[in-house]
T-cell receptor
Framework: AQKITQTQPGMFVQEKEAVTLDCTYD???????LFWYKQPSSGEMIFLIY??????QNATEGRYSLNFQKARKSANLVISASQLGDSAMYFC????????????????FGKGTKLSVIP | GAGVSQSPRYKVAKRGQDVALRCDPI?????LFWYQQALGQGPEFLTY????????KSGLPSDRFFAERPEGSVSTLKIQRTQQEDSAVYLC???????????????FGQGTRLTVV
């Protein structure tokens, strides 16, 4: 089974509007972290926002917020007031814990959503 | 440097050729990761270093892939006898520490696009 599922291969949004990018995850760990990265055409992955499994409040970073619904295992990214520069690939990723407490260091990524902002 | 630097940015290799991809992490970063990103896919984990120690190489697809970080800073990913299926973008990432692993932000380089012909 996929650990990270992003069901929207592509999304369009009008400039200045808000958009939600979907992400669902699968883990049996109690302790894990969820990340969103942006990948513009230049290729590098740019960190946007982080949500810990024990965090009670939804994470926010400027125009980015994470709609974390633990029971549904979803971690959707909300971008408010879209800008032309937001056009890029967006990846949801998870870092899982290992019960021993040592932690797992790798990120597991979804297949991404291509966001296009229309002027 | 200010960010993670990878070289070369682009590499074309003939099938069967050996290649070496370089990653210069952010100075002082303990953790270093290599990921492989096939066209239209998300990055997939290859290997992880903590300083010079390679703690996890479970993602390396075959014994043709080898990574090293001998002095705990610069890392090299080597692919021997390249095959067409090795064509991908190879991303390097570094993070400050393994402590606080859950929310430790990983900084990525721009990647090396390898094309095997």
């Amino acid at each position: 089974a996929q650990k990270i599922t992003q069901t929207q291969p592509g999304m369009f949004v009008q400039e200045k509007e808000a958009v939600t990018l979907d992400c669902t995850y699968d883990t049996s760990d109690q302790s894990y972290g969820l990340f969103w990265y942006k990948q513009p055409s230049s290729g590098e992955m740019i960190f946007l926002i982080y949500q810990g499994s024990y965090d009670e409040q939804n994470a926010t970073e400027g125009r980015y917020s994470l709609n974390f619904q633990k029971a549904r295992k979803s971690a959707n990214l909300v971008i408010s007031a879209s800008q032309l520069g937001d056009s890029a690939m967006y990846f949801c990723a998870m870092r899982e814990g290992r019960g021993s407490g040592a932690g797992s260091y790798q990120l597991t990524f979804g297949k991404g959503t291509k966001l296009s902002v229309i002027p | 440097g200010a960010g993670v630097s990878q070289s070369p940015r682009y590499k074309v290799a003939k099938r069967g050729q050996d290649v070496a991809l370089r990653c210069d992490p952010i100075s002082g970063h303990v953790s270093l990761f290599w990921y492989q990103q096939a066209l239209g896919q998300g990055p997939e984990f290859l290997t992880y270093f903590q300083n010079e120690a390679q703690l996890d190489k479970s993602g390396l697809p075959s014994d043709r892939f080898f990574a090293e970080r001998p002095e705990g800073s610069v890392s090299t990913l080597k692919i021997q006898r390249t095959q067409q299926e090795d064509s991908a973008v190879y991303l390097c990432a570094s993070s400050l520490s393994s402590a606080g692993w859950r929310n430790t932000e990983a900084f990525f380089g721009q990647g090396t696009r390898l094309t095997v012909v």
